[in-house]
């Protein structure tokens, strides 16, 4: 059973195809107008597919971090982060030289915080490398991402750059619409498959 926030960018795919992409047609063959419903349903929908990848992750720094705090528990997301860290720590050489930012506790609260920083807005995408970067550091495993999906991913958010930094004169092959309507409704798949993943990693 999909989430509410999966519902949510569900229901709103399905508004966004709507609204710009036209009805099949056999000859394939679509005017400019049509075209360009093509080009601002994929400026759109990598937004909202980017909005829910980002929305997740937080969740689920929220949750490890309110265990934290709670606990002292750390978990699968702050091992990860630990993991991932951009900085090695090094151990104090005496604790009477420790300060306050040197203790265990500030290292894991900076981690939570740098991501979180990261995810809200440093990350720009959804290709295999940027949700490499947004969703192993909360404890994804690289086994729990199917390659075939990546790949869709990279597709898609190949074509969103096609789309939005590139004028209609230097852009030879139009977006085809049912291909994108496929192509959304393989990445909606695949979130799908991943939720129980990122459902688990809010709980542990």
């Known amino acids: 059973m999909p989430t509410r926030r999966l519902k949510t960018l569900q229901r709103r795919v399905r508004q966004l195809e709507s609204r ?14 049509q075209y360009d419903g093509v080009r601002a349903y994929v400026v759109l929908t990598h937004a909202e597919v ?22 002292q528990r750390t978990g699968r997301c702050i091992a990860a982060l630990m993991l ?25 609260v ?3 915080s740098e991501h979180e920083r990261y995810v809200s807005h440093d990350n720009h995408g959804i290709k295999e490398k940027n949700l490499l970067s947004v969703l192993l550091p ?19 958010g190949g074509q969103r750059g096609a789309v939005a930094h590139n004028s209609v004169i230097k852009v030879q092959t139009p977006p085809d619409p049912q291909q994108m309507r496929q192509t959304i409704a393989d990445i ?7 939720e129980p993943v990122l459902l688990k990693l809010k709980r542990k």
């Open 138 to 156: 909360v404890g994804v495993l690289e086994a729990d991402l199917d390659p075939v999906w990546l790949a869709t991913m990279n597709s898609f």
């Open 188 to 194: 909606l798949l695949g979130l799908e498959t991943l």
């Open 50 to 71: 980017e909005s829910y990848v980002e929305d997740v992750a937080q969740d689920i720094l929220l949750a490890a971090k309110t265990r934290w705090q709670n606990s």
């Open 110 to 112: 900076r981690l939570l």
């Open 20 to 33: 710009f992409l036209p009805k099949v047609n056999p000859t394939g063959l679509y005017s400019q107008r």
């Open 84 to 108: 991932y860290g951009a900085r090695s720590v090094q151990p104090p050489k005496a604790v009477v030289r420790q300060t306050n930012n040197d203790t265990f506790e500030a290292h894991v």
